[in-house]
Antibody, heavy 119, light 107 residues
Framework: EVQLVESGGGLIQPGGSLRLSCAPS????????MTWVRQAPGKGLEWVSV???????YYADSVKGRFTISRDNSKNTLFLQMNSLRAEDTAVYYC?????????????WGQGTLVTVSS | DIQMTQSPSSLSTSVGDRVTITCRAS??????LNWYQQKPGKAPKLLIY???SLQSGVPSRFSGSGSGTDFTLTISSLQPEDFATYYC?????????FGQGTKMEIK
C-alpha cells in the first residue's frame, strides 16, 4: 500500500521558519510530480506548490517568495521550507503524489501535519 | 488565476437519493478537472480525474462529466458513507485551484 508520511509541523511564532517533510513508501519522489495542499481550520482546500519530476516548481501567489518546495533524492523525501510565517499560514499541510495520466490529479495523500502560527 | 465555483455549497440529502454537484471554471480547463471527497479529520480522497475517469477502487455510483468550463459530479444512489465534503480542482494551469467545497449532510 502506498503511504506518505508528513512531519515537521508544530507551533511557530509569526515571522519564524519551519520545514515540513514528506516521505513516501512504494514510489520514488524524483520520478513523480509532488505537491503540497493546505487547509486552514474549518476552511476549504488550498493548493500551495508543486515540483515536477524534471525539477520545475510552481507556487500559489499567497506563498510565493516565502515557501520553497524541494526534494532530496538520496532520502526519497519531499520538503516544504516555510519562511516569514504569518497567522494566515496556520493550516493542516498535506503532501500528495500527482498522477499524470489524463490530467494532473492527486492520487495519494499523506495524513497531514498541523502548522500553527501564533505568538 | 482560474476560479472554480461549486454549487450548491451545501446539500441536505437522504440515503438512496441521486445527487449532482456542479463545478464551473472561470475559463476553459479542457478536461483537467478532478473531484475529491473529504471526511472530517481525514485527508481528501480522489474520486474522479480527467473529468470522467473513475479512480481505482471508487464505487461505480460516482460519475463525472463535462469539459471546458462546466462539470458535474453525480452520485447515483447515496450511501451512508457518502456524507462528506466534495471538492473540484482544476490542474490545467498553475496555480491549481479548488472549488470552495460542497458539504453533503443527512436530511
Amino acid at each position: 500500500e502506498v503511504q506518505l508520511v508528513e512531519s515537521g509541523g508544530g507551533l511557530i511564532q509569526p515571522g519564524g521558519s519551519l520545514r515540513l517533510s514528506c516521505a513516501p513508501s512504494r514510489f520514488t519522489v524524483s520520478n513523480n510530480y509532488m505537491t503540497w495542499v493546505r487547509q486552514a481550520p474549518g476552511k476549504g482546500l488550498e493548493w500551495v506548490s508543486v515540483i515536477y519530476s524534471g525539477g520545475s516548481t510552481y507556487y500559489a501567489d499567497s506563498v510565493k517568495g516565502r515557501f520553497t518546495i524541494s526534494r532530496d533524492n538520496s532520502k526519497n523525501t519531499l520538503f516544504l521550507q516555510m519562511n516569514s510565517l504569518r497567522a494566515e499560514d496556520t493550516a493542516v499541510y498535506y503532501c500528495a503524489r500527482v498522477g499524470v495520466s489524463g490530467s494532473y490529479h492527486l492520487d495519494y495523500w499523506g495524513q497531514g501535519t498541523l502548522v500553527t502560527v501564533s505568538s | 488565476d482560474i476560479q472554480m465555483t461549486q454549487s450548491p455549497s451545501s446539500l441536505s440529502t437522504s440515503v438512496g437519493d441521486r445527487v449532482t454537484i456542479t463545478c464551473r471554471a472561470s475559463q476553459s480547463v479542457s478536461r483537467y478537472l478532478n473531484w475529491y471527497q473529504q471526511k472530517p479529520g481525514k485527508a481528501p480522497k480522489l474520486l474522479i480525474y480527467a473529468a470522467s475517469s473513475l479512480q481505482s477502487g471508487v464505487p461505480s455510483r460516482f460519475s463525472g462529466s463535462g469539459s471546458g468550463t462546466d462539470f458535474t459530479l453525480t452520485i447515483s444512489s447515496l450511501q451512508p458513507e457518502d456524507f462528506a465534503t466534495y471538492y473540484c480542482q482544476q490542474t490545467y494551469n498553475t496555480p491549481w485551484t479548488f472549488g470552495q467545497g460542497t458539504k453533503m449532510e443527512i436530511k
